[in-house]
């Protein structure tokens, strides 16, 4: 397994494609498939288009939306930010699984995979995972 | 060295300790003790106590309003007691959060404060360290500062653990009102644990400066200590324990005020003044203007600073007492140790009896009745739903 820190300078999508390919490039394995994993509980893995950043806005403000921040979540000992990442991330998921196929993962033209940070700033980890031949 | 002075000087060699192992356990206590909608709701922190209790308000109070963007301040009980709640009543008082600061809950002010300030609605927390005493009955909520084989009273350990329970408070309600991210509280936290090394490398310089100042000033009846912002408390602080340790007159002040006032006092060569600062104080400035002020006047001085000394030879009165850098929030915590040494080492080369013994003319402090038996007093409001 290969892992990478991110400082992330606050909620939203940050793009690891790049790290993540450097995290393959590191094992020899060709084909087969390619986890990538954050161990927290108020951050999650997605892929979204990177073309438009405004589009990238977008899909943060529409689970900002879905959960806003409140201050009568049950879970208080934390902050309200940090509750309602619990539920984004819930929500998102911790984890992608992408194929990989002759060394490169197979990502569509409009595909990155992001970092999703809801509870941030914050020092985080990705963990790379290939499983194959 | 006499066991009264030995008292002082243990508890100063205590302080590491005591911060090390509690700062945690205080957050731990604290953390969920206000209920997050009640934390959105303030708009105002009121930092109230009396004794030492007031200096620890007056100690962290710019830190908290710092950190929590809201209006905060420290007052004393009998301002929270008897001047708050007279006509007209807010509506609104829930947003004011009153923190009342007792080591040991029975300061019956203090106690007034709370009684009368939460029954106009506002958001009333006990600091105390006995969480069975009436100040603890009487506040909505409770923060237990209570450590381990700590009798209850006043005493450093005490002092320094509601330094770090207010600091504490401060941070979790600009955690939670996103004033502060949760790494950046986190990161505050551990820097007030890790206070421990610098209070516990300062004790000998300390031990040891505040030895000859005994020496040069233990025949004078006054003195000043100044400061400002934080290292007011400082201030405070020190001279609240040259009066209970000497019975000298101690007046703290700030340092513009110092300009203003004490500045100018008769016999300046016979009025020692103690000075609390650092280089990256916000009044650092003015407290260098304040070192020539000082040296004109022919006072004899105690600069404490992380600054080096200076050595230029037109200071030859000026003791100099350097001090780990910190940061300026901290100073109160790490200023405990030389105001106790001082204290302890005046007492000692004065002969004095701390407190006086609580006997002769100051029998009335005895099992401290003149702050516990006082009356407490209902606000007018309550008064005339009794009667009616």
Known sequence: ?133 | MSGRSMSLLDHAAGLPDMIRAETMRLEGRLRRCIPTPDIYRLRQIILTGSGDSLIAGHSTAVSLRTWTGLAVQSMPAMEAARYLDTPPVRADARGILVVCISNSGEGARVIEAARRLRAIGALTLAVTASASSRLAQAAELVIDIALPQAPHGANARGHAAALIALWLLGIRIAEVRMRMTMDEADARRALIARQADPVERSLAPCAAICAQAADRWSVHCRADLLGSGPCLGSAHFAAAKLVEATGIHASPQDIEEFHHLNYFMDRPGETPAVVFTAADAAAASRTAELATTLHDLGRPTLLITDEAADTSPTQPERLHLQLPNTEEFLLPLLHLAPALMLAGAWMEKAGCTPFRSHAGPWQGAQRARLVRDSLIQPSPQQRDERAA
């Open chain 1, 1 to 133: 397994m290969q892992s990478f820190g991110l400082a992330t300078p606050g909620n939203g999508l940050h793009d690891v494609t790049e790290q993540v390919t450097e995290a393959i490039a590191k094992v020899a394995v060709k084909e087969g498939i390619v986890v990538v994993s954050v161990p927290h509980s108020t951050a999650a893995v997605t892929l979204v288009s990177p073309w438009d950043k405004l589009g990238l806005e977008d899909v943060h403000d529409e689970i900002c939306r879905l959960v806003p921040a409140r201050i009568d979540f049950k879970h208080q000992h934390d902050t309200p930010q940090d509750a309602a990442g619990h539920v984004k991330a819930a929500i998102i998921g911790h984890s992608r699984s992408i194929i990989l196929a002759g060394s490169k993962l197979m990502l569509g033209h409009s595909q990155r995979i992001y970092f999703w940070e809801f509870d941030g700033p914050r020092s985080r980890t990705v963990h790379v995972q290939v499983v194959g031949t």
